[in-house]
């Protein structure tokens, strides 16, 4: 598999070296210079998930992996289902938070940890990440237990749930975090601190890890066919997904689904309150606002990192953007919709509430709409409890980590202290 940099397109690499490195020059996406057209749709619905999302990940990336590797590493990260509940007539959502950290963000970061893995070089690597919360867990996840990846994950002290918390301090052996005394913005400079020390980077292999990585989006990629396959052949006439969207890997990877032969009638891309990319639908301006704190705080993204790929897609393709159909719900909105859902019996989150609100103001007759749930209630408890008065019990995942001890160490927000830390 061959890619380039979307803004310096003479910068060629393999998958390999995509993975490993993340963004190419001038923090520029690396995007496939082929999407193959595959042929046989119909029998690849036929398949189990493991299976199909082999033949899908075998087509894009090519012989550049060993077949039997790149099947490991598929059946290694694969390892919950991805079901299609129905929610209304003619709607359906698509769960994606049956993994280790009841997030979408599990197939992602679970192949890009197989994948980084697979095309490591010798010697040790490190993968330092900050976080407010969610994606630190799914990165603590993704890694554990893999043989000579070290994962150091810093986060501010008192400023993430204490459930959020206990989901990726509890983990143990290669998960290493940190409880800075500040807040999230100077866990953020710590983390650029190390990378941008040259020395301190090759010692201990410095590897991000981020959410940008195109293996995240490939992995992603094979759930779209999922929710296809357990459709019928007639609902898949005149399908239309909507996606609840913040830096838009979501989004890119249906499209490449699309690309590939998926028959997906038009995607929607639903926001919260931030955003940029319906307003840039409507007016055709790219004028980000500052970003705003809302109920659907996983998408409080005002400059989403994947629209060049987003752009990049539609161009290739010859499609047209006024194609893509957008909204935006404010939070009294999200609650409403979130209400509206439960009232249907379906219990969601508010991401979910979000997409399901658009697609169902915006379906037309005869057009089957699926919608994607991208995080289980209970990771939004207190919102949800409060919004459906309701009591949520906590799933099994989050209890078995809840009644575990904090294993974080704690640091005040002082480069030379993480430094010592990291060569240790
Ligand atoms: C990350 C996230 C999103 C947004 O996905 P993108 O790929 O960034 O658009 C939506 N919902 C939840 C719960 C998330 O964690």
């Not at 991000?208 to 296809?228: H, T």
């Not at 890997?249 to 319906?278: E, H, M, W, Y």
């Amino acid at each position: 598999m061959n890619l380039y940099n979307i803004k310096h397109p003479t910068e060629q690499v393999s998958f390999a070296q995509a993975v490993r490195q993340g963004l190419g020059k001038d923090q520029g996406l690396f995007f496939p210079e082929t999407i193959p057209q595959l042929h046989n749709i119909d029998e690849l619905l036929a398949l189990p998930l493991v299976e199909r999302s082999q033949k899908i990940l075998g087509a894009l990336i090519g012989d550049e992996i060993p077949t039997d590797k790149l099947n490991a590493m598929i059946e290694n990260a694969f390892t919950f289902p991805a079901p299609v509940a129905k929610v209304a007539d003619n709607i359906y959502a698509l769960e994606l938070f049956h993994g280790p950290t009841l997030a979408f963000k599990d197939f992602g970061g679970r192949f890009m940890a197989q994948a980084l893995a697979t095309v490591r070089k010798d010697g040790k690597i490190t993968i330092l990440t900050a976080t407010s919360g969610d994606t630190g867990a799914a990165v603590a996840h993704a890694f554990y237990g893999l043989e000579n990846i070290e994962v150091v994950i810093l986060y501010p002290k008192g400023k993430i749930s204490p459930l959020q918390e206990k989901l990726f301090c509890t983990l143990g052996r290669n998960i290493r975090t940190v409880a800075i005394n500040a807040d999230f913005d100077a866990c953020q400079a710590l983390v650029k601190q190390a990378f941008d020390d040259e020395e301190l980077r090759q010692i201990i292999g410095l590897n991000s890890a981020n959410s940008i990585n195109i293996s995240r989006l490939l992995a992603q990629v094979c759930y779209y066919f999922e929710a296809a396959a357990q459709l019928t052949a007639e609902q898949r006439q005149n399908l239309v997904v909507s996606v609840p969207s913040g830096n838009f890997g979501n989004l890119t990877a249906g499209l490449i689904a699309k690309t590939l032969g998926l028959p997906i009638k038009r995607f929607i891309a639903s926001t919260n309150a931030n955003d940029t990319v319906p307003r840039y639908l409507q007016t055709g301006e790219w004028q980000p606002h500052a970003t705003v704190a809302t109920l659907s705080n996983a998408m409080d993204v005002s400059r989403p990192n994947n629209w060049p790929r987003v752009e990049e897609l539609f161009k290739r393709n010859g499609w047209h953007l006024s194609e893509l159909g957008s909204g935006a719900l404010n939070d009294a909105q999200t609650e409403t919709a979130l209400k509206a859902q439960y009232a249907q019996g379906y219990l969601c989150e508010p991401h979910g509430a979000i997409a399901y609100q658009v697609l169902s103001e915006q379906l037309q007759a005869g057009e089957t709409g699926l919608f994607l749930c991208t995080a289980h209630p209970a990771k939004f408890k207190e919102s949800v409890e409060r919004i459906l008065d309701i009591e949520l019990p906590l799933p099994e995942a989050l209890d078995k980590h809840n009644k575990l001890p904090l294993l974080s160490d704690e640091m005040d927000a002082d480069f030379a202290a993480l430094r010592a830390y990291l060569l240790k």
